[in-house]
């Protein structure tokens, strides 16, 4: 049997709503009785540092096996994972926020972070629905896109070189 899990790969700050997350995933196997486990990893906070238990490889690991990436954060300045697991060919379930709108566009589900049952929906839309699915892949590779390194280069060299 193919080991099936949805993924969360962050931080374990109050924003981030692991707590939220737990809910939506127990709404998940209650209501729509899925098989999936849930696989929370990353780094964890230290006071002001950052612990990382998951190192590159295994990150890219975890997020191309994964059959649904969710971020349900509060709060984001930009949210560098969504476009990882967008990377890594994951569809993507990140909170309805302004950092998310911005960066993800139409390329994601949105989920109010302070609704479980929200977050639950739209796992579970993701995993029932293949053709859904597979757009998501689609506009998650295409999305990316927009988010070239050198591009960025070049446009901050310019910035400050005025």
Request: proline share 4%.
């Amino acid at each position: 049997m193919e080991y099936k899990y949805i993924l969360y790969l962050g931080s374990g700050h109050k924003r981030k709503n692991i707590k939220g997350l737990k809910e939506a995933y127990k709404i998940l196997k209650e209501k729509y009785k899925i098989p999936h486990e849930l696989v929370i990893a990353g780094a964890k906070n230290v006071g002001r540092a950052t612990s990382y238990i998951v190192d590159e490889n295994k990150k890219w690991e975890l997020l191309k096996n994964a059959d649904v990436f969710v971020f349900p954060s509060f709060y984001e300045g930009f949210g560098f994972p969504v476009l990882e697991a967008q990377a890594a060919g994951v569809p993507v379930v990140a909170s309805d926020i302004p950092a998310f709108r911005e960066i993800l566009r139409d390329s994601a589900l949105l989920a109010n972070p302070y609704k479980p049952s929200e977050i639950a929906e739209a796992i579970y839309k993701i995993i029932k629905n293949q053709e859904l699915r597979q757009n998501l892949i689609d506009e998650g590779h295409e999305n990316i896109k927009r988010f070239n390194w050198l591009d960025c280069a070049k446009k901050t060299l310019k910035i400050i070189t005025l």
